[in-house]
């Protein structure tokens, strides 16, 4: 991995500078192609920016993410790169604007060097829907690096970038974080802006960052959040001061809400084990644990996914073949021109959430299911909202196994759904959640660990985060 | 009521997608386990709890109205599959 620190001490110490960074960065993504992390690369522009970076430095007028190297998942629109969003209905789309954090992350200095590979639309957890080919886990290519922002994950981890932008809507940032060990970090709703990211589920998307540290994914909020007056949602808040504030939990007492035996039990023994060493460890430099009453957690998945898919029918009906993406031929007057550009242009997964959502807003159906999960949403909410009333956040695995093998879950979706086990509950509450590396399991696969806490409190968040991630490294 | 076969065909209408007779099994095995699945919610007490719609509550943000910034007409047929001039081109509607 690459320490957007330890680049910036070299470049200061004149060892190196940000453009031959990033010309090993382009050579090294060729290298590895076969990882197919990346659907689009910017050699020429990422080089253009490292030498503006270069400039800055040496005039000593450096902006915030000067030099840093960031990749950007497939479904945040570009003005110079496709945006495919992994499908074959956006193959060939460009946007004509950029995303509100990818215009940000270019104000700030940062070197945009490619897209990346997704689940299709993100709806998968595995990196296998993609209409361009699966994401390979950096570790072992028959393993995934989990999903939906799957290509920006291996970027980091693999060292391609500095940073990289998914996006999470019941985990898709920081469950390919846990799989590939590195951090993955998922802001409270509305605290950056979704402007230009291709919405699949509204009420639940948020932009994320991973990194392989917090200073970095600290650095990286800091930097794009902030109110955006494009974006209806965006919460009317001043940008974080996550770095200013970094080491402000570094001695503090803390208490920190656990979860019950009866809710892990189900999770693999390799994830059981670190999440037991984990508790030992905090417990050893004086944290307090509480066992957290978590009311309504049988209903997490089902409740997202009444949600999530509702939502996506209606977001993904946009995709009717006249004004952009891809079109069918049409061979006779009979062909509805919508039906066979839809049924052609996405994936199953797609299709399986379209049908779902559509199943579940559908007449006589509404109040059994969609107003049931609305419903369900409060309970989880005021849940969540009881827990921090006693704890300063919840400490809990972010995924039920390590990485898994391609094709192992792929013709059940059930089980597929139910890696985002402890993820989903964040993004129905809104809350922020990160998931931190905590070491390998028995298998050597990275196993990740997830805090959350309060609506808004993403500065808190990041500065345990902060200091749990060096207590997991010693 | 319907069975999931019958669900899976009216659905399939309602979001204008058609599947093959293959895809068509796989799906409804799939369906009928997944809503099984999601009956889960069921099992709770929800009579009395209002429904959460949105976490950020924020008020209607206004302006002033003044124009702004906005596409264009080259801009928002970039992207069209096709086109004609300053139009998006389609498959005539009309049957004979």
């Known amino acids: 991995m690459r320490l957007f620190s330890d680049s910036c001490t070299a470049v200061n110490k004149g060892t190196t500078t940000f453009t031959t960074i990033t010309q090993d960065i382009l050579r090294d993504i060729d290298q590895r192609q076969s990882l197919n992390h990346f659907l689009s690369v910017g050699k020429d522009s990422a080089i253009v920016q490292a030498q503006q970076s270069d400039e800055r430095y040496a005039e000593e007028k450096p902006l915030a993410l000067d030099g840093m190297v960031v990749a950007v998942k497939d479904n945040l629109s570009t003005r110079n790169f496709p945006t495919t969003c992994a499908s074959k ?55 995934v690096p989990g999903g939906s922002s799957s290509g920006s994950a291996v970027a980091v981890a693999a060292g391609h970038a500095h940073a990289s932008l998914g996006s999470d809507t019941g ?20 605290r950056l ?35 955006d007056a494009n974006d209806a949602t965006s919460a009317n808040l001043a940008p974080t001061q996550a770095m200013a504030t970094l ?53 997490w998945i089902p409740t997202y996914y009444v949600l ?3 939502e996506a029918s209606s977001n993904l009906a946009r995709f009717d073949g006249i004004r952009y993406g891809f079109r069918a031929e049409i061979n006779n007057d009979d062909d509805d021109i919508m039906t066979l550009t839809r049924s052609q242009g996405f994936g199953m997964e797609v299709k399986r959430r379209i049908m779902l959502g559509t199943y579940v807003l559908s007449a006589g159906h509404y109040d059994a299911y969609y107003k049931k999960a609305q419903q369900a949403r409060r309970l989880i909410y005021d849940g969540y909202e009881h827990i921090f009333s006693q704890a300063d956040a919840l400490f809990l695995p972010t995924t039920p196994t390590t990485a898994f093998k391609f094709g192992e879950k792929l013709n059940d ?50 500065s345990i985060a902060h200091r749990f991630q060096q207590l997991f490294q010693s | 009521m319907e069975n999931t076969q019958q669900i899976v065909e009216r659905v399939a209408e ?83």
């Open chain 1, 89 to 143: 209905m956006l193959g060939e789309y460009r946007p004509v604007y950029d995303a509100t954090v990818v215009e940000r992350l270019a104000a700030h200095g940062a070197i945009i060097i490619g897209k990346t590979n997704m689940d299709e639309f993100a709806m998968g957890s595995s990196g296998e829907n993609s209409a361009f080919g699966k994401t390979l886990h950096p570790l072992n290519g028959d393993y």
């Open chain 2, 14 to 96: 309602l979001s204008r997608l058609s599947f093959s007779e293959h895809e068509k099994n796989i799906f409804e095995v799939q369906f009928g386990k997944i809503l099984h699945y999601i009956q889960t919610i069921e099992n709770y007490d929800l009579a009395a709890v209002e429904p959460l719609t949105h976490i950020v509550t924020n008020q209607s943000s206004q302006r002033d109205d003044v124009p702004a910034e906005c596409l264009t007409v080259d801009e928002a047929l970039a992207n069209a599959p096709k086109r004609n001039e300053t139009f998006f081109k389609v498959p005539k509607v009309l049957q004979k």
């Open chain 1, 308 to 310: 999530a898919t509702a």
């Open chain 1, 171 to 190: 985990g898709s940032v920081r469950q390919p974080a846990a799989f590939c060990g590195i951090v993955g970090y998922k802001p409270s709703y509305g």
């Open chain 1, 413 to 462: 979706p059930i089980a597929m759904y139910l890696s985002d086990y402890f993820t989903v509950s964040a993004n129905l509450a809104g809350i922020p959640a990160i998931s931190i590396p905590a070491g390998n399991a028995a298998n050597g696969f990275p196993v990740g660990m997830q805090l959350q806490t309060s609506l808004f409190q993403d500065e808190r968040l990041l």
């Open chain 1, 247 to 299: 080491d402000e939990y570094a001695n503090k007492s803390l208490t920190i809400a656990v979860l019950p035996e009866e809710i892990i039990k189900d999770c693999s023994p390799e994830v059981l084990e670190v999440y037991k060493q984990c508790l030992d460890i905090l417990q050893d430099n004086g944290i307090t644990l509480l066992q957290a009453q978590i009311p309504a957690n049988d209903a």
């Open chain 1, 193 to 227: 802006s979704r402007y230009g990211l291709v919405a699949f589920a509204s009420s639940l998307d948020q932009v994320g960052i991973f990194a392989p540290d917090i200073p970095t994914t600290a650095t990286m909020m800091d930097a794009l959040s902030g109110h």
